[in-house]
């Protein structure tokens, strides 16, 4: 597999600089991506970056990211449009691991010369004094060149301080340390991130006497793949709550798994390129199936398939189809009984929830009074509200359509404790106690 060719064809390289092909084609190549730790998570807007170390790793070269446990510290003030908090070391550490733990999933660290490492910035940066750093490296890169990255340019106007301009020096730094102690040739990143890492490449290049004098004739290179973007120009990686987190335990399965399934189908086929390692007459094939039935959303679901089984796990795949059908598909009551007690919190989460006790249930003569009075109007407002939707054939319980009314109250209880009503497209649960 050529890394190069293979960014080409998925529409995932944006810019290098010269000699970078050449580079990878010559000889097994370690190269670097860096995370910023500011939360304890990666969310889908860092995938992007990610899946750039996994196809450089399937092409035989070895990948490092790099936690920004010292720059985190800082921020980048890339695409900022004001200064960042700073967070405690503590929290760092915290995010660091999470980042760590989640990069397993997509990173081989076990598989000889091209192993994938972790290294952590503060490791070196902890050693170094202020006036230590300005010597070292202070005195290689000229205000004139920081001052002409777009990433400081924007921020004339608001304001940027000492700390955040001095940010793309330090990741300079980052590429020196790396080239110079592990080897590290190449720095990758999103194509907002060229302005600092080309200031890695010019450090190396400056610090080391010029290219004609490195050691074998050895240069350093910057690649980018571009941003992901939604077909409407819009910003991609958010839901109508904020970040779809890789963590489980910030964005559910679930919540996962349905984000992908409600691409817009415009964006689909960039998406399907960036985020599967699908081949090429894979994905051409699913493109030509997917034009012949739209509403199917074939893309959406291979997509979704791929990235929430790598992220969560087949069986968390397999749980968010399952409640996907529950929520929103053709399941059936037997597909209700089916759900296992662990799995039913996880199904039904967000969905609107009433308790409903023994002496309420007892005084509901029929299904109007239960969705109505014994709901105390949580359900329908009224007992008007519920017989007309009953009638206009608009509710179900338990996947079942209910046409009458005046039908007793007599139905299964899922986990003996729960029924499971449908308006329309929404869903409510009742929960007896």
């Given at each position: 597999?050529?890394?190069?060719?293979?960014?080409?064809?998925?529409?995932?390289l944006n810019?290098?600089?010269?000699?970078?092909?050449?580079?990878?084609?010559?000889?097994?190549?370690?190269?670097y991506?860096g995370?910023?730790?500011?939360?304890?998570s990666?969310?889908?807007?860092?995938?992007?970056?990610?899946?750039?170390?996994v196809?450089?790793?399937r092409?035989g070269?070895k990948?490092?990211?790099?936690?920004?446990?010292?720059?985190?510290?800082?921020g980048?003030?890339?695409?900022?449009?004001?200064?960042?908090?700073f967070?405690?070391?503590?929290?760092?550490?915290?995010n660091?691991n999470?980042?760590?733990?989640?990069l397993?999933?997509?990173?081989?660290?076990?598989c000889?010369a091209?192993s994938?490492?972790?290294?952590?910035?503060y490791?070196?940066?902890?050693?170094?004094?202020?006036?230590?750093?300005?010597?070292?490296?202070?005195k290689?890169?000229t205000?004139n060149?920081?001052?002409a990255?777009d990433?400081?340019?924007?921020?004339?106007?608001?304001?940027?301080?000492?700390?955040?301009f001095?940010?793309?020096?330090?990741q300079?730094?980052d590429?020196?340390w790396?080239?110079?102690?592990k080897?590290?040739?190449?720095?990758?990143?999103?194509?907002?991130?060229?302005?600092?890492?080309t200031?890695?490449?010019?450090f190396?290049?400056?610090k080391?006497?010029?290219?004609?004098?490195?050691?074998g004739?050895?240069?350093?290179?910057a690649l980018?793949?571009p941003?992901?973007?939604k077909?409407?120009?819009?910003?991609?990686?958010?839901?109508?709550?904020?970040?779809?987190?890789l963590?489980?335990a910030?964005?559910?399965?679930?919540?996962?798994y349905?984000?992908?399934?409600?691409?817009?189908?415009?964006d689909?086929?960039?998406?399907?390129?960036?985020?599967?390692?699908?081949?090429?007459?894979?994905?051409?094939?699913?493109?030509?199936?997917?034009?012949?039935?739209?509403?199917?959303r074939?893309?959406?679901?291979?997509i979704?398939k791929?990235?929430?089984?790598?992220?969560?796990?087949e069986?968390?795949?397999?749980?968010?189809?399952?409640?996907?059908?529950v929520?929103?598909?053709?399941?059936?009551l037997?597909t209700?009984?089916?759900?296992q007690?662990?799995?039913?919190?996880?199904i039904?989460?967000?969905?609107?929830?009433?308790?409903?006790s023994?002496?309420?249930l007892?005084n509901s003569?029929?299904?109007?009074?239960l969705l109505?009075?014994?709901?105390?109007?949580?359900?329908?407002?009224?007992?008007?509200?519920?017989?007309?939707?009953i009638?206009?054939?608009?509710?179900?319980?338990?996947?079942?359509?209910?046409?009458?009314?005046?039908?007793?109250?007599?139905f299964?209880?899922?986990?003996?404790?729960?029924?499971?009503?449908?308006?329309?497209?929404k869903?409510h649960?009742?929960?007896?106690?």
């Amino acid at each position: 597999m050529n890394f190069i060719d293979e960014l080409r064809w998925r529409g995932m390289l944006n810019d290098m600089t010269p000699g970078t092909e050449e580079q990878l084609q010559k000889e097994m190549t370690a190269a670097y991506i860096g995370f910023d730790p500011t939360a304890a998570s990666l969310h889908i807007g860092n995938l992007a970056t990610i899946m750039l170390l996994v196809h450089l790793q399937r092409a035989g070269h070895k990948p490092f990211a790099l936690v920004g446990g010292a720059t985190g510290m800082i921020g980048d003030p890339s695409g900022k449009a004001a200064e960042r908090e700073f967070l405690s070391e503590e929290t760092l550490q915290r995010n660091q691991n999470g980042i760590r733990q989640q990069l397993t999933k997509f990173l081989d660290f076990d598989c000889g010369a091209n192993s994938a490492e972790m290294v952590n910035n503060y490791d070196w940066f902890k050693e170094i004094s202020f006036l230590g750093f300005l010597r070292e490296a202070g005195k290689h890169i000229t205000v004139n060149y920081m001052m002409a990255k777009d990433s400081v340019k924007k921020r004339l106007e608001t304001g940027i301080s000492f700390t955040e301009f001095s940010y793309q020096l330090l990741q300079g730094y980052d590429f020196y340390w790396l080239y110079k102690h592990k080897n590290v040739r190449l720095q990758m990143g999103g194509s907002d991130q060229w302005g600092n890492i080309t200031t890695g490449t010019e450090f190396i290049r400056r610090k080391e006497g010029g290219a004609e004098h490195l050691e074998g004739g050895h240069q350093a290179f910057a690649l980018t793949t571009p941003l992901v973007t939604k077909s409407d120009g819009t910003k991609f990686g958010k839901s109508e709550s904020g970040n779809v987190w890789l963590d489980p335990a910030l964005t559910s399965p679930y919540q996962f798994y349905q984000f992908w399934l409600n691409t817009a189908d415009a964006d689909c086929p960039r998406l399907i390129r960036v985020f599967t390692l699908l081949t090429r007459e894979e994905i051409e094939e699913l493109e030509r199936q997917h034009n012949e039935a739209p509403h199917l959303r074939i893309l959406q679901k291979a997509i979704a398939k791929e990235v929430t089984t790598r992220i969560h796990s087949e069986s968390g795949y397999e749980l968010a189809v399952k409640a996907s059908e529950v929520l929103f598909g053709k399941a059936t009551l037997e597909t209700l009984r089916s759900i296992q007690a662990d799995e039913f919190d996880v199904i039904f989460e967000g969905v609107p929830l009433t308790e409903v006790s023994a002496e309420e249930l007892a005084n509901s003569k029929d299904i109007t009074d239960l969705l109505s009075v014994a709901s105390r109007g949580e359900v329908y407002a009224s007992k008007g509200e519920a017989r007309r939707a009953i009638t206009q054939n608009a509710v179900s319980i338990n996947k079942t359509k209910v046409t009458d009314p005046a039908a007793p109250v007599a139905f299964d209880w899922l986990q003996d404790r729960y029924i499971l009503i449908s308006k329309g497209k929404k869903n409510h649960l009742l929960k007896k106690i």
